[in-house]
C-alpha cells in the first residue's frame, strides 16, 4: 500500500538579493495512512518551507512529493494546513469563519454543512455559531480554526506550530483537545513544533530535522506505555522524560 | 442590562453626563458671543458694516435670496457637484486600488507618478482645466476630483498591501484563487480605511468644488463668494461663508452615521 504522504530527496532554496539561503538538503520520509508525526528542529531549519511544499503555496526545486502514491501536482487529495494563528476573520461569525474553505470551494451542499454542525457540537462550539471570534477564547478559537479545516475533509492535516500564539495552560488545553480530535477523526497529520513536550505527547513518530540546511537527523518512535494515548496522559507516563532527554540530545548534538 | 448598579457607578455616570452636558452648553454660547461681538462692533461702527457685513446682514440677506429663491440654484448647484465629485473620486479611488494590488508592476511603475501628483498644489492645475474643458460644470468637478482623488488612491493601496500576509495564506491554504483573496481578506480587511478616507474626500472634494467655482462658474457658492467680493456685496460672501460652514458639518455628519451604522454591522 502506499504511504499517505511520501517525500523523496526535498531541497529548497530562498532567493534575495543579499544571500541565497538553502533551507532544506535532500529530505526524505514517509508517513502512514493515519499516523501521527511532529517534526521538530531547532529555529530556521526550515520546518515551515516544509510544510508550505507539502500544501503546495511554494513550487517545488528538487526532490519529489507524493501524496497516497500520486505526485503533489495531479493527486486530488487534500490537503488542510493549520496555521500559526487562528486567522478567524473578525467580521464573520464563527459559523460563517468555518464554512470558509467549503464557501471558497463552492461546495456547500447540505451533507457538508450537516458535517460542519456535528463538528461544531461535537466540539463544543454550537452555542457560539453565531458570535464573533472576538468574543471567544484562544482555545476555543484554535478549535474553530481547526474545525474550519475539517469542514474541507483533508486526507492530511498539516499543523504549522498551531499552538505557539497561546498562553501556556491554554495550550495544554488546546493540545489535550485537538490531539484527541484528529486521534477521533483518524486524521493523518504533520504537526511542525520546537517544542519538544508537545511532540511527545501528541505525536506516534518523531522526526527530528538538523540545523539549516535542514536534513533528517533522525526519526524516533513514540511508545508510551499509558492506556490511551491522549496529549495529558503521554505527558505523566513513565517513558515521557526519557523521550524528552533522548530527543534533546539530538537537536543540540552539533 | 445589568440591573444592579452602585451608588459610586451611578455618581460617575451621572458626571459623565454632566461634563457632555456642559461641553455643549459652551460650545453653543461661544457661537453666540461671537456672533454678538461682530453685531455689536459693527453697530458701535468700531467695525465697517460695509466690508465686515454683520449677522443681521447675513440673515436679512439670507431671507430676500430665499424668497427670490436664487439660494435653492446655489447652494443647489455647489452640493450637487460636490456628490458627483465625491462619488466619482470614491469609484476611482476603489478601481484604482484594486489594480495597483492586482498588477504590482504597474503599482512600482506608477508609484513615483502617484507621489508627485498627490504632492503638486492641485490648484495650479484649475487654470489649464479650464483652457482645456471651457468654462462650466465639468472643469469643476475634475478639478475637485484632481485635489483628492490621488492622496486616496495612494492611501487605500497601502492599506491594501498592509493586509497581514497570514490572512492571505489562509485564503490560499483553503484552495482560494487571487479574486478569493481580494473580496474574502484585502477589501473587507480595509473598510475601516475605506470609510476614514470617505471622510477625508468629501472635504476635500467641497474644497476642489469651491476652487473650481472661483474660476469657472455662473452660480453656486464659490461663485456667490468671488462675484460678491468683486462687486462689494459683503453680505454674500459672509452668508456664503455660513453656509458653507453648515454643508461641511451636516456631510461630515452624514459619513459619522455612516461609520458608525457600518461598524455595527462589521
Known sequence: MAYALSLKNISYTYHSIHQETLALSNVSFDVKSGEFVAVVGPSGCGKSTLLHLIANLLPLDTGEIFINGYPLAISKEKVGYMLQKDQLLPWKTIYQNVILGLKIQKMKQPDKLERVNHLLAAYGLADFKNSYPNQLSGGMRQRAALIRTLALSPDILLLDEPFSALDYQTRLNVSNDIGTILKKEKKTALLVTHDLSEAISMADRVIVLSKRPGTVKSQVKIQLSCEEKTPQNARNSVEFRDYFNQLWREINEV | ????????????????????????????????????????????????????????????????????????????????????????????????????????????????????????????????????????????????????????????????????????????????????????????????LFISLMKVSIGLSLVGVIIGEFLAARAGLGYLIIYGSQVFKMDWVMMSIIILCLIAMLLYKLLHILEKYAVKNM
Open chain 2, 1 to 192: 442590562m445589568k440591573s444592579e448598579i452602585s451608588n459610586e457607578q451611578k455618581i460617575y455616570l451621572q458626571n459623565i453626563q454632566k461634563r457632555k452636558y456642559w461641553i455643549l452648553v459652551a460650545q453653543i454660547s461661544l457661537l453666540l458671543l461671537l456672533l454678538f461681538i461682530w453685531e455689536v462692533s459693527v453697530e458701535k461702527e468700531y467695525l465697517n458694516g460695509f466690508i465686515f457685513s454683520s449677522p443681521s446682514r447675513v440673515i436679512q440677506c439670507f431671507y430676500s435670496m430665499l424668497k427670490d429663491q436664487s439660494i435653492f440654484l446655489h447652494v443647489g448647484i455647489t452640493l450637487l457637484e460636490t456628490m458627483i465629485s465625491f462619488l466619482l473620486i470614491m469609484f476611482l479611488t476603489v478601481a484604482a486600488g484594486v489594480l495597483l494590488w492586482w498588477f504590482q508592476t504597474l503599482a512600482d511603475i506608477l508609484d513615483p507618478y502617484l507621489v508627485v501628483l498627490n504632492s503638486l498644489p492641485k490648484s495650479a492645475l484649475a487654470p489649464i482645466l479650464i483652457v482645456w474643458l471651457g468654462n462650466n460644470m465639468k472643469t469643476i468637478i475634475i478639478t475637485s476630483i484632481s485635489i483628492a482623488v490621488f492622496g486616496s488612491i495612494l492611501n487605500l493601496y497601502n492599506g491594501f498591501m498592509k493586509v497581514d500576509p497570514e490572512r492571505l495564506m489562509l485564503i490560499r491554504t483553503l484552495g482560494g484563487t487571487k479574486t478569493d483573496c481580494l473580496r474574502l481578506a484585502v477589501i473587507p480587511s480595509c473598510i475601516p
